[in-house]
């Protein structure tokens, strides 16, 4: 096994997800921050798939993982999975053993185990499980005998005992850590199985990858001691350690699909129109923040200012309720994102948005609208609404009323409605000419213009509050804006001869 890097060289970090579940934007975030950190020192980011729990990975949870690491847009430089090292894992595993640091455990209770916690008739410390003595004083003799002989083991760690060892590493995150040797289980290598737990998987691979920084959750800060002993036994030097803050929800319980449900996928921000970098930028305020304290930030600006210095101790909050799943960070940085993509980038994001909400929506009639709505929104999804006019043959049905002007009538809508028909038949269509025409329409009505275009903009927009009128009317064309005024024009009308004004 080679030597781990010295520290002089470039960085190698990992992420390392286990395929038991869908992209969680926890694990998200362990990425981003592993990938900021490798980008920020040049160094190499590994993709690395923990898939040796056969009971447990799934291939759609491979393919999710996979689909949010895709839409996140980040990439990595090496990938590998651990089902395709098991040999080198249990090659490892009998090298310790053959050092004399691991134990077969035949205790049926205890074959195939992994994680050993609860009392069941071993040795204990104040009912803690920490080894069998049975079966760590077993002789090599009988051990190999009862191997031989076929009966199932668990192969354990021999973690020193009595010696008054302390177990030490200094994590950037959270400090000097310390445990001693005698409070640590003797945990499993392998299993009766033959395949080999997390604990050794991970640091067999960790070693022989030359991963030189170890970036994930802080649940793992305990597994850590166990793993500074599996180096010891393969004689390498650990790696250095950084734990990151867990994501909680707003009682400060861990973010769980069980208990918060969507909001903790990460395919629930891509659907909802989050953009990849808005998200990005979310995700790394949760637990870290710059030392000018910036918040809306780039890609290349989140890579420039990323130290594992400004990662906080403290759970970071993510704020979401059953009425507003989204945290109100998470959104006001969508919308910053989205005013800052350049329009044609913005254009094409919002392409499949209006493809699926069945808009026959054409990249030149998307190019056209997307400036206009920009301002409008502050997630992708919110263009169906906004921009549902410039798409549908026939406007939703709206209410009558909207047409008529501040202090006027249904009289005066009808008269400006039928001044517009008249003038937008000769003028062209551009922005320009339709600003001309319609103020030229107003003075000459003797109105002013916002109580001129208020009838205009309902009429073709089906609604008050809608994006700039002459622009829009543009985009719109002649024969619809035409076809939408008649028919205000039929609806005032009725709504004059219903009510007649005094
Ligand atoms: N597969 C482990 C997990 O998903 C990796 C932990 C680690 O980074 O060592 O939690």
């Not at 080198?88 to 455990?105: C, M, N, P, V």
């Not at 310390?178 to 737990?197: H, N, Q, W, Y």
């Not at 319980?253 to 998200?279: C, E, I, N, Q, W």
Request: overall charge negative; glycine content about 6%.
């Amino acid at each position: 096994m080679p030597a781990p890097t010295p520290s002089v060289s470039l960085p190698r970090v990992r992420f390392a997800p286990s395929p038991t579940g869908f992209l969680h934007v926890g694990s998200a975030r362990t990425f981003i921050f592993n990938w900021l950190y490798a980008r920020h020192h040049h160094g190499t980011m590994v993709l690395r798939l923990d898939d040796t729990d056969v009971e447990r990975n799934t291939d759609a949870s491979v393919q999710s993982i996979f689909e949010g690491l895709r839409w996140l847009g980040l990439d990595w430089d090496e990938e590998y999975k651990q089902s395709e090292r098991l040999a080198l894992h249990r090659q490892q595993a009998e090298a310790i053993f053959a050092k004399g640091l691991a134990y077969r455990d035949f205790t049926p209770a205890h074959v195939g185990d992994d994680n050993q916690t609860g009392a069941q008739g071993a040795a204990s410390r104040e009912g803690a499980w920490l080894f069998n003595p049975g079966m760590r004083d077993l002789s090599r003799d009988e051990s190999d005998r009862r191997a031989g002989a076929g009966e199932p083991f668990a192969l354990r760690y021999r973690v020193p005992r009595g010696q008054g060892r302390t177990l030490q590493f200094d994590d950037a995150v959270y400090g000097l850590q310390t445990k001693a040797a005698d409070e640590v289980e003797d945990f499993a290598l392998l299993r009766s199985d033959g395949l080999p737990t997390y604990h050794l998987a991970s640091c067999v691979d960790d070693a022989d990858l030359r991963i030189s920084r170890i970036i994930r959750g802080q649940d793992h800060l305990t597994n850590t001691f166990k793993h500074l002993l599996i180096f010891e036994g393969l004689g390498v030097r650990p790696p250095e350690f950084a734990h990151l803050p867990l994501l909680v929800a707003p009682d400060g319980a861990k973010l769980s699909k069980r208990k918060h449900g969507p909001v903790v996928s990460v395919t629930t921000y891509r659907d909802a129109g989050f953009l990849p970098r808005a998200f990005i930028n979310f995700l790394c305020l949760l637990g870290w923040s710059p030392k000018n304290d910036r918040e809306f930030m780039a890609l290349d600006e989140l890579i420039e200012l990323f130290s594992l210095e400004g990662v906080n101790r403290a759970n970071a909050v993510v704020n979401f309720s059953p009425d507003d799943p989204f945290d109100a960070k998470a959104v006001w940085l969508n919308a910053e994102h989205i005013r800052a993509l350049p329009v044609d980038e913005l254009a094409r994001q919002l392409e499949p948005v209006f493809e699926r909400a069945g808009f026959s929506a054409t990249p030149e009639k998307v190019a056209a609208v997307t400036p206009l709505i920009r301002e409008r929104i502050k997630l992708l999804r919110e263009a169906v609404s906004a921009a549902d006019f410039f798409f549908v043959a026939e406007l939703a049905p709206y209410d009558a009323a909207e047409l008529i002007p501040q202090k006027g009538d249904a009289v005066l809508a009808a008269r400006v409605l039928e001044k517009t028909e008249q003038m937008l038949a000769s003028t062209s269509f551009d922005h320009d000419s339709l600003d001309h025409a319609l103020r030229a329409a107003a003075s000459e009505l003797g109105l002013k213009t916002g109580q001129a275009f208020q009838p205009i903009r309902v009429a073709v927009c089906g609604r008050k509050n809608a994006p700039p009128l002459f622009a829009t009317m543009a985009v719109l064309g002649r024969a619809v804006c035409l076809e939408r005024i008649r028919q205000a024009e039929a609806k005032v009308q009725s709504l004059a001869s219903a009510k007649p004004s005094a």
